[in-house]
């Protein structure tokens, strides 16, 4: 667990995440169908944004983490009221996966459920780091 001391680790985990979270959600999407598939679908893009945000601020504690994620994808959801993410998607693969198409008001409250969820998981993480480095006698960070 040493190797995730320091924002170059902590970098390197949240890219590790982010593919294994890509992969679940096409997984999900391959494997499930309904409602199910799709709001397990909407807590996975807030989890890849939340890594998307640690990769960027890797010393961002997973709380702030998670606010930003949830934030980020709140405001994407309610850019599709504009009608211009329905627009761009029908012209393009990319802008549908990663702004989506329509309005969905639960989609919302599936964003916080991936928020939570990957802070949850960065918190017990850290703290499992935290541990390990504390029984080497070695604190975070430090080689």
């Not at 601020?57 to 009221?81: D, I, K, M, N």
Request: with cysteine; charged share 15%.
């Amino acid at each position: 667990m040493g190797e995730l001391r320091g924002s170059g680790g902590v970098r390197a985990a949240a890219g590790v995440a982010a593919v294994l979270v890509v992969g679940a959600g096409l997984g999900v999407r391959a494997v499930g169908g309904g409602e199910v598939a799709k709001y397990a679908g909407d807590a996975l893009y807030t989890v890849l944004v939340y890594a998307l945000v640690v990769l960027v601020a890797p010393r961002l504690r997973p709380v702030a983490a998670g606010a930003v994620a949830a934030g980020l994808s709140w405001a994407v959801e309610l850019f599709q009221l504009t009608g211009v993410p329905d627009d761009l998607a029908r012209r393009s693969t990319a802008a549908r996966l990663v702004l989506g198409s329509t309005f969905n008001a639960p989609d919302l409250c599936w964003y916080l459920v991936g928020a939570a969820a990957a802070a949850l998981l960065h918190a017990g993480a850290a703290r499992l780091v935290r541990s390990a480095s504390a029984g080497r006698g070695t604190a975070p960070g430090r080689a």
